[in-house]
C-alpha cells in the first residue's frame, strides 16, 4: 500500500455524494486492508476488524475528518489554524502527527518572569490564520505579551485506546511528594468540569480529559468551527457568523468520533535484531521506563503507549512559558512513545531535531534520566536509539 497517496488523499464530502458513496462502497471484510484503506495492524487502519456496517461509519468518519472546511461551512470565526483535521495530522498516514511547519504559538504575560503568569484578552492560543482585520494580540501594545512557546501536533493515531485508559491506572503512579527519592514527581491533571474533578487523557499540559472533549477543542481552536454542545466545557457550540449552528452537525461529530475511537495505534517495527533487545533494557536501566511506562491498563487489557499521561516539570530551570490551572510552566504530559520513529522533531515544540537531540532535551525531573545515557558508551546509545525507532 503506498502510505504517502494515502494520507494526501482528500475525499471532499462536501463535494459530491456520488464520490463518497463510492468509498463507503469500498468496504474490506472482516476490516482486512484493501488498495488505500488500511488493515488492522497497519499504519491508518482500525483498531480491531469491523463488520460491514462499522467499516461503513468508520469511513465516514475518515471522510470528516479529511474533510476541507469552507467559510461557507462555518469555518473560521474569524481565525483558524487549518481548514480540516487531516491538514494538521497528517504524518505518516491520516491521523498521524504534524511537522514544524505546522506548529502553532500560544502567548501570555508573565511579567518578564518574576509572574504572576496572566492570560492574553481571548486567551493563550494565537491562530495563524486570520482576516486583515484581525491583528495578533501581542501586537497591539508591545507590554501585552512577554513569553510564547511552540505547539507541536501530537499523533492521535491510538486516540480510543488513550481515552479508554483507566483514571485508577493513571493516578496510581502519581508521586508528588517523590517519597521513592528518584528526584521524579509526576501529577495528574485535573480538569474541573460542573464541579468534578477529571484526569486529562489529552495535550500538551493534559488539559483534555476525553476523545470528544479533544475533538469539540480542536474544532474550535483549529477550524474555528461550532460543535453540538453536550453541557461540557469544551469546544465553543455558538458563535457570531451566518452559519446555523452546530457548525458541526451531531450526525457528524458522532461519525469522527467514531473513527478516531476505533483508528488504530502505530505498529511495532518488529525488529529481531539484537541491539533492538538490549536498547529496550537500557530504557528500563537508566530510568526512561519511570515516565514512559511501556503499557497501562484499559477496558480490553494493557495499551502499550510508552506513557504514564502524568505532567513532568522536563524543562531547564528558569525557563518560562504557559502557565494553566494544575500545570505550571515547563510542565508537559509525557508523551506516548508509540510511533515516535515516525514523528520527528520532538518535544512540545519540535525543539529534538532527533531521537538523541530529544534525549538531551530533557532536563528538570529527567536531570538524572539524561546524565545516564550521556554516560552510556556509543554502541549503548545506538541500541537504545535502535530501540526507539522500532516502536
Known sequence: MNILRFQRWSIGLGSTSLCVAAVWAFVPPQGQGQGDIPGVGELGGPTRPLNPQEMAQWLRGRAVFDRNFHKSDGLGNPEMNADSCRACHQDPVMGGAGGLELNVSRFGNDNGGAGPFTDLTGGQGLSKMRPPYVGGREEHDPTTADVFEQRQ?????????????????????????????????GVARLIDVGGIPEVGHFGWKGQIPHLGDFIRDAMAGECGMTTPDNGRPFGQSTDTDAVADPELSPGEFLEVHFFLLLLGPP??????????????????????????????????????????????????????????????????????????RHTAPYLHDGRGEDLTGAILAHFGEADQVRQNFEALTAPEKEALILFLEDL
Open 153 to 185: 501536533t501530537p499523533s492521535i493515531l491510538g486516540a480510543g485506546l488513550l481515552d479508554e485508559i483507566f483514571d485508577a491506572a493513571i493516578l496510581a503512579n502519581e508521586d508528588p511528594s517523590d517519597t521513592n527519592t528518584d528526584g521524579i514527581y
Open 267 to 340: 505498529p511495532r517495527g518488529g525488529s529481531n535484531d539484537p541491539a533492538v533487545a538490549q536498547g529496550e533494557a537500557l530504557f528500563t536501566s537508566i530510568g526512561c521506563a519511570t515516565c514512559h511506562i511501556p503499557s497501562m491498563l484499559g477496558p480490553n487489557g494493557p495499551v502499550p503507549l510508552y506513557s504514564n499521561l502524568l505532567l513532568h516539570n522536563v524543562m531547564p530551570g528558569g525557563f518560562r512559558g504557559m502557565v494553566e490551572p494544575g500545570a505550571p510552566a515547563g510542565f508537559f504530559q509525557t508523551p506516548p512513545l508509540w510511533g515516535i
